[in-house]
Every structure is written in C-alpha cells, then in structure tokens.
Nanobody
Framework: QVQLIESGGGLVQAGGSLRLSCAAS????????MGWFRQAPGKEREFVAD????????SYADSAKGRFTISRDDAKNTVYLQMNSLKPEDTAVFYC????????????????WGQGTQVTVSS
C-alpha cells in the first residue's frame, strides 16, 4: 500500500501563488507516477498534472500549462504542485494520487488517493 498526505492548500487572492505538497509513505519503491487532480463544487474530478517517478516526465492539463509546475523530491518521497497566477476558477479540492504496483506502468488508473486539500482563490 501507498499512503498519501497532502498539505499546502488555503485561501489566496487572484493572481497569487500556492504550493501544494504530497508526501508518500509505505511501498514508495513501487510508485510509477504521482499526480494532482481537482474537483470544484458541482463538477467532476479532473486531471491537473502528473509526473513519472523515474525520469521525471511531466504532463499537464491545458488549464494548468504555463501556470502550474509539478515536481518531485525523491529523497522525501514528496511531489509538489507550484501554482502561480491563480484564478477564481481554480477554486477546488485538490487531490494527490499515485499509480503504484507491478502493473502501474501499464494502466492509467491511480490506485492511491490522498484526502484532499482545499484551494480557494478569491477575486
């Protein structure tokens, strides 16, 4: 099992920045990738960004490109999401997720999720 704990959410004004952190524990050696998703009120959960643990290849949703940066710290088993130029429409609960296990590289399904952290952007 892999456990994930997010931190760093909060209230920020439009145009401001926040950095989210997600610390992984447990079978971290089996992690293939980690990512961030978000869910706004009344909307479905959506992909934001992810990073492959080996090699660091990243991918982003169009809404995140140019404003958000995902990164990792191997020594701390932690992934970060630096969010700049935040907009009110970025308001959501942000979830960290991981793909781990022997078949993680062959699937797009994330099999470990954090509890979520609230990000609120005021206009």
């Amino acid at each position: 099992q892999v456990q994930l704990i997010e931190s760093g959410g909060g209230l920020v004004q439009a145009g401001g920045s926040l950095r989210l952190s997600c610390a992984a524990s447990g079978r971290t050696f089996s992690i293939f990738s980690m990512g961030w998703f978000r869910q706004a009120p009344g909307k479905e959960r959506e992909f934001v960004a992810d990073i492959v643990w080996s090699g660091g290849r990243t991918s982003y949703a169009d809404s995140a490109k140019g404003r958000f940066t995902i990164s990792r710290d191997d020594a701390k088993n932690t992934v970060y999401l630096q969010m700049n130029s935040l907009k009110p429409e970025d308001t959501a609960v942000f979830y960290c997720a991981a793909r781990y296990g022997p078949v993680a590289a062959a699937t797009t399904l994330y099999n470990s999720w954090g509890q979520g952290t609230q990000v609120t952007v005021s206009s």
